[in-house]
């Protein structure tokens, strides 16, 4: 069966169970890198290593930047990577820096919420119902609840503004991936990183200088974040929206803080919250009930 918005798809649901995976490690290597790097060699090193190696890898898969397809392409894939990459990767960093983490993954689990609209007005052949949106709200309250409401009051304006703004961008950079002309995933993804680096490399050097090494644990991370939570990813991402939907693909933002939450316990030895499967449950009801009319279908 060929995936669509109504029917993603098993290799789809594998996909973004992969992705949360892969998001819920990025928050540890950016604190990670953070610790060797200024925040726009982070942003810039990430995007600039992933173009690398996506670059490389493009051709001998037979999807090189050829296949970008003419002007109206890269007119999408110039606006994705600077409004879905160094944007929305620049103000995370730096609202960060003004906000606890679990303000961010509130704040970051609102894009479903953001993309629902765009959705109704930009891409209607998604289907949006009663169901879908009932889904994604009781999602956001599990989010809400594994995180804790008292996240929402901390931090700067400023800082909220800029996490928010970042929520806003990649929801945008979602909608605006399913409506760019049809091309191969690495292509595309090589091109939106390939701008990107492009537009904050320059930034990065004015900013803070030439980089330099001096802490090998912080290049290391530097390098897994770009590999993976970078290149890997926006290669996921875009196959994933491209054939199942951008809504379906927002439906990652409730994975990423369970994760976090999971590698936290077990890596890191945090505390078990005690919310938190209320929160999954929640969150599972509010996945499965978006998804029930593609799961009927099937």
Do not use: K
């Amino acid at each position: 069966m060929t995936a669509s918005p109504i029917s993603p798809g098993w290799f789809n649901w594998v996909l973004i169970l992969t992705l949360g995976v892969i998001w819920g490690t990025a928050f540890m290597g950016v604190s990670t890198a953070l610790t060797g790097f200024g925040p726009w060699w982070v942003t810039a090193g990430r995007v600039s290593l992933a173009a690398l190696v996506l670059l490389i890898l493009a051709p001998m898969l037979g999807q090189g930047l050829h296949h970008v397809p003419g002007p109206r392409a890269w007119g999408f894939a110039a606006a994705i990577g600077v409004g879905a990459l160094a944007l929305p990767f620049t103000l995370l960093s730096w609202g960060l820096t003004q906000v606890p983490s679990a303000f961010a993954g509130v704040t970051m689990g609102a894009v479903p919420l953001l993309v629902l609209p765009l959705v109704a007005i930009f891409s209607p052949e998604e289907g949006i119902g009663p169901r879908r949106i009932a889904g994604v709200a009781l999602g956001f309250v599990g989010l809400v609840i594994l995180i804790g409401p008292g996240a929402l009051a901390d931090g700067t304006l400023a800082g909220r503004l800029a996490v928010a703004g970042a929520a806003l961008c990649y929801a945008v950079g979602s909608v605006a991936t399913r409506r760019a002309p049809q091309m191969p995933p690495v292509a595309f993804a090589a091109a939106t990183m390939l701008v990107g680096a492009v537009v904050l490399i320059p930034i990065a050097v004015v900013a803070e200088g030439m980089p330099r090494v001096t802490d090998p644990r912080a290049l290391m991370a530097l390098i897994y974040v770009a590999l993976f939570p970078t290149a890997l990813a926006a290669v996921i991402r875009v196959r994933v929206i491209t054939t199942a939907g951008s809504l379906f693909m927002s439906l990652t933002s409730y994975m990423v803080p369970v994760w976090a939450v999971i590698f936290g316990v077990t890596l890191m030895g945090e505390d078990l919250p005690p919310q938190v499967f209320v929160a999954l449950a929640l969150i599972l009801a509010g996945i499965g009930l978006s998804q029930m009319r593609a799961w009927r279908a099937r």
